[in-house]
């Protein structure tokens, strides 16, 4: 399974690539504006920016929402760098404009997936990833995880090429949990993946092994 770092931050990208860890990066609107970027000429340099010093692929949102927006903005963003995936919701006109970058060749991330039909339809149009965010479905008390399970199950039952980027993942349970259930990627904030790193069980036998070291050579 790939980890992608989901932010805008150039900080906290390069700390995951600093780490070993960063197979790509994903932003969305609202990451891009929590970093302060705004304005047309702002957003495409700092895509640039982040494609520049990432070596995976770097999911760019659309922001328009019908297909002709859609697609003239996507492929402006794809111009960028040829590591730029186009990120276009799941709606009607998305949908269409995925079939149409798929025909022309311009790599897409599906995003805001919340059901398996919705899946199905985003694998159809050629998708190259999926983006099902599991925080939010567990935000409404219903279960993020069982989805990756079902999407997953139905894109081997059919051989759809679809990635399934597992998206909204915000703790290290969703990370392990998204690899037991067939996500071929997870994106979250480099924190989730940080936390992986811990276990008290760990400190302790550090802390028995350091010890004996010590006393063994004094
Ligand atoms: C996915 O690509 C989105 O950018 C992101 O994972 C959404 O996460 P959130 O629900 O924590 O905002």
């Known amino acids: 399974m790939k980890f992608f770092i989901d932010t805008a931050s150039i900080d906290q990208i390069k700390e995951g690539i600093d780490f070993g860890i960063c197979d790509g990066v994903t932003t969305n609107p609202s990451l891009m504006a929590k970093e302060g970027i705004s304005g047309h000429d702002n957003v495409i340099n700092h895509y640039k920016k982040i ?104 894109y081997a039952i059919q051989s759809y090429e679809t990635e399934i980027l597992a998206a909204s993942v915000r703790n290290a349970k969703h990370i392990v949990e998204a690899a037991q259930n067939g996500a071929d990627i997870v994106t979250c904030p480099l924190s989730s993946i940080l936390g992986m790193l811990n276990h008290p069980l760990t400190d302790i036998g550090l802390a028995k092994f350091l010890a004996d070291h010590k006393k063994a050579n004094s």
């Open 51 to 154: 494609a520049e010093i990432v070596d995976g692929d770097v999911s760019a949102e659309v922001i328009s929402t019908d297909f002709n927006g859609i697609v003239e903005e996507g492929k402006r963003l794809a111009d960028i760098a040829p590591n730029i995936v186009v990120k276009v919701p799941m709606i009607r006109d998305g949908i269409k404009a995925i079939s149409h970058f798929t025909k022309i060749g311009i790599r897409t991330n599906c995003t805001l997936v919340f059901s398996p039909g919705q899946a199905i339809l985003a694998a159809k149009a050629g998708a190259t990833y999926l983006s099902p965010f599991i925080g939010r479905i567990d935000d409404t008390t219903w279960d993020g995880m069982s989805l990756i399970a079902q999407i997953a199950e139905i």
